[in-house]
């Protein structure tokens, strides 16, 4: 392409210069730049190349960062970003140091919220609106732009009812593509679906994109989903009834991709007095084949459970299980694909359930399920079940239900920045009276973990593990049921490592060895309960450190250096050093970076070794 627009632009106001010719132009080569950037860094794909003519239309049209524009979820506000002066830091984007993948506060005054949860924007926008209402407001316009995904949260719906009961002036755009993050899955998708399907809105057949692709088990689920919107949206016939009687103005649907239409709708509406919601069809992935083609997540981005890798570990035990357990069911919140159920779901298609991004929701199904007589398995990103953890404890908990909770991503992620690190789990399930924490250090030992889990009936069990390659080891290497397993037998420091944390703890080991130091390692495997072998063994020693990636105080380590303190057991407490994740907001990195900066390297570890047992010297 010989145009060079995109280089020109260094503000939103930039755009108001170049014609409808140009603009066209300017689409095109914005899409082949995120493609030629996301190949290159990694990120979110098709949500960005769906979204290029609605963020135009949005910047030509309102004035940011004086008008407030919200993105929900923020990994589609790549175009955003482009538009407001950070194209020539695309290079970075992901990178350490670099341009976050989502809006950041710190990077622009035209991102208000770092928004890389779903369903929460409709919260911002009532707020932000209310106070810019205020009799000493700035009277500023608030727009929030929300896909069809993010309806299928609850918190999107209290949002929804606030927004209309209030009249604030708040510009919604419902940004509509059949998809979260897999196709959607909710009896409103299912309304929307309607809309885009009826030839009265929309005029051409390549305007439209059916919602429930042809994967088998979604499109069969869709008809008998749990509903993951509150009764009144079942009875609904159009989105208009059910907007306009929550007191929200509904206009639409539009295409999503005609420029000129959008700036239009959005100029007649930018001035209306309440809240009002325009309504677009748009297409994931939108120009680039790969995408468009990918049946599952349209590219929503380029990670991919990968061979050798814990999820891949998980996807296995989980159909081995199932076939020996007709009770088993499956439960993921609208991510079928990264948390490894897509094969589970093709072959146990009546026993996977997706919820849509509705994981509170899926939480307290699940205890229901339980109470039913299944064996719910919750597959979900550690960083999303703490958007439940009220579930967790008063309906699972508190009711002592087996429902199995299978955490992908638990630790330093990386890429995905502080929204994403799955810092949290340990704290707060360990907390939870009854529950069950276990951490495999191995491909293998996910699986037996997940057998010995299902052997539980008395109360919940969580496993937890890591982004990152699982090793691969014997069968003399694997632990059993609750109980840790020592690795190396030593005299004067005792290592306890937490999951993944274990090959550092070793490689520690070594270099330890190397100085005359003697240590003792332990992959203590079952967080809650603790293994009292364990613990006594450590007591042992003159000095014990523990090595985590979730959060240090409150975490596993703390709870071991407790039992200690407190065990009674006859001699010396041993000094104890404490190793994990501070607790503070952890930008995005590598994760072996932001392990090292943490101390949790192998240099790290043996470092917190040698202080320790210079204070017992």
């Given at each position: 392409?010989d145009?060079?627009?995109?280089q020109k632009?260094?503000c939103p106001?930039?755009l108001r210069r170049l014609?409808?010719?140009?603009?066209?132009?300017?689409a095109?080569e914005i899409?082949e730049?995120i493609?030629?950037?996301?190949?290159?860094?990694?990120?979110h794909l098709?949500?960005n190349?769906?979204?290029?003519?609605?963020?135009?239309?949005?910047?030509?049209?309102f004035d940011s960062?004086?008008d407030?524009?919200l993105w929900?979820?923020?990994?589609?506000?790549?175009?955003?970003k482009?538009?407001?002066?950070r194209?020539e830091?695309?290079?970075?984007l992901?990178?350490p140091?670099?341009?976050?993948g989502?809006?950041?506060?710190?990077?622009?005054?035209?991102?208000w919220?770092e928004?890389?949860?779903?369903?929460t924007v409709?919260s911002?926008?009532?707020?932000?609106?209310?106070?810019?209402q205020a009799?000493?407001g700035?009277?500023?316009r608030?727009i929030?732009?929300?896909?069809d995904?993010?309806?299928?949260?609850g918190?999107?719906?209290e949002?929804l009812n606030n927004?209309g009961?209030s009249g604030c002036?708040?510009?919604l755009v419902l940004?509509?593509?059949?998809?979260?993050y897999?196709p959607?899955i909710?009896?409103?998708s299912?309304?929307?679906?309607?809309v885009r399907?009826?030839?009265?809105y929309?005029?051409?057949?390549?305007?439209?994109?059916?919602v429930l692709?042809?994967i088998?088990w979604?499109?069969?689920?869709?008809?008998?989903?749990?509903?993951?919107?509150k009764?009144a949206v079942?009875?609904?016939?159009?989105?208009?009834?059910?907007?306009?009687?929550?007191?929200?103005?509904?206009?639409?649907?539009?295409d999503?991709h005609d420029?000129?239409?959008l700036e239009?709708?959005?100029?007649?509406?930018s001035?209306?007095e309440?809240?009002?919601?325009?309504?677009v069809?748009?297409q994931?992935g939108?120009?680039?084949?790969?995408?468009?083609n990918?049946?599952v997540k349209?590219?929503?981005d380029t990670s991919?459970?990968?061979?050798?890798?814990?999820t891949?570990?998980?996807?296995?035990a989980l159909?081995?299980?199932?076939?020996a357990r007709?009770e088993?069911v499956?439960?993921t919140?609208?991510m079928p694909?990264s948390?490894?159920?897509?094969?589970?779901a093709?072959?146990?298609a009546?026993r996977?359930?997706?919820?849509g991004?509705?994981?509170?929701?899926?939480?307290?199904?699940?205890?229901?399920?339980a109470?039913?007589?299944l064996?719910?398995v919750?597959?979900i990103y550690?960083?999303f079940?703490?958007?439940?953890?009220?579930?967790v404890?008063l309906d699972?908990?508190?009711?002592?239900q087996?429902?199995?909770f299978?955490?992908d991503?638990?630790?330093i992620?990386?890429?995905d920045?502080?929204?994403?690190h799955g810092?949290l789990?340990?704290v707060l399930?360990?907390?939870?009276p009854g529950?069950?924490v276990?951490a495999?250090s191995?491909?293998q030992d996910?699986?037996?973990?997940?057998?010995?889990?299902?052997?539980?009936?008395?109360?919940?069990v969580?496993i937890?593990?890591?982004k990152?390659?699982?090793?691969?080891?014997?069968e003399?290497q694997?632990?059993?049921?609750l109980?840790g397993?020592k690795?190396?037998?030593g005299?004067?420091?005792?290592?306890l490592?937490v999951?993944?944390m274990?090959?550092s703890?070793e490689?520690?080991?070594g270099?330890?060895?190397?100085?005359?130091?003697?240590?003792?390692?332990?992959?203590?495997?079952?967080?809650?309960p603790l293994d009292?072998?364990?613990?006594?063994?450590a007591?042992?020693?003159?000095?014990v450190?523990?090595i985590e990636?979730?959060?240090r105080?409150?975490g596993?380590g703390s709870?071991?250096?407790h039992?200690?303190?407190?065990?009674?057991?006859?001699g010396?407490?041993?000094a104890?050093?404490?190793?994990?994740?501070?607790?503070?907001?952890i930008?995005?990195?590598k994760p072996?970076q932001i392990l090292?900066?943490c101390?949790l390297?192998?240099?790290?570890i043996?470092?917190?070794?040698r202080?320790a047992?210079a204070?017992?010297?």
């Open positions: 392409m145009t060079n627009h995109l632009i260094t106001a930039d014609g409808d010719e140009e603009l066209t132009e300017l095109e899409r730049f493609v030629d950037t996301v190949n290159s860094t990694g990120g098709g949500s190349l769906g979204v290029v003519e609605l963020t135009l239309a949005l910047h030509l049209v960062p004086r407030i524009i929900d979820t923020g990994h589609q506000a790549y175009v955003h482009m538009l407001t002066g194209t830091h695309f290079k970075t992901r990178q140091g670099g341009l976050s989502y809006p950041s506060r710190e990077e622009s005054p035209h991102d919220i928004n890389s949860h779903a369903s409709l911002y926008a009532h707020g932000l609106a209310t106070a810019q009799a000493d700035d009277q500023r608030v929030a732009v929300v896909g995904g993010s309806l299928t949260g918190v999107a719906f949002g927004i009961h002036n708040v510009t940004n509509d593509n059949g998809r979260s897999a959607t909710s009896r409103l299912e309304s929307l679906l309607r399907m009826d030839p009265r929309v005029r051409t057949d390549n305007q439209i994109r059916k692709r042809d088998p979604v499109g069969d689920l869709a008809g008998r989903a749990l509903g993951a919107t009764a079942r009875e609904m016939v159009e989105p208009r009834t059910f907007f306009d009687e929550l007191g929200i103005s509904y206009f639409g649907p539009f999503g420029l000129g239409k239009r709708v959005f100029s007649r509406v001035h209306l309440g809240p009002c919601l325009v309504h069809l748009t994931k939108r120009g680039y084949a790969p995408a468009e990918d049946l349209n590219m929503h991919y459970a990968k061979p050798g890798s814990y891949e570990a998980f996807t296995n159909i081995k299980e199932a076939e007709p088993l499956a439960i919140a609208a694909d948390t490894g159920l897509l094969p589970f093709e072959r146990f009546d996977c359930f997706d919820v991004i509705a994981e509170q929701h899926a939480v307290t199904a699940a205890a229901g399920m109470m039913g007589g064996r719910p919750v597959a550690s960083t079940l703490t958007r439940a953890i009220d579930q404890n699972v908990g508190l009711h002592n087996p429902v199995v299978c955490l991503r638990a630790g992620t990386g890429d920045g502080p929204s994403h810092v789990d340990m399930l360990t907390k939870i529950m069950t276990l495999p191995s491909y996910l699986q037996q973990m997940l057998h010995d889990a299902l052997e539980i009936t008395t109360g919940p969580a937890r593990w890591a990152t390659a699982a090793p691969s080891v014997p003399d694997v632990g059993y049921g109980k397993r690795v190396a037998d005299t004067d420091v005792c290592l490592a999951g993944k274990l090959a703890a490689e520690a080991a270099l330890l060895e190397a100085e005359g130091v003697s240590a003792t390692v332990w992959d203590v495997r079952s967080v809650k009292e072998d364990m613990l006594d063994d007591s042992g020693h003159r000095a450190v523990t990636d979730g959060w105080e409150g596993a709870s071991i250096a039992h200690l303190a407190h065990s009674g057991r006859e010396p407490v041993p104890i050093r404490v190793l994990g994740v501070p607790n503070e907001y930008p995005h990195g072996d090292a900066d101390g390297d192998p240099a790290g043996a470092e917190a070794a202080q047992l204070v017992k010297a």
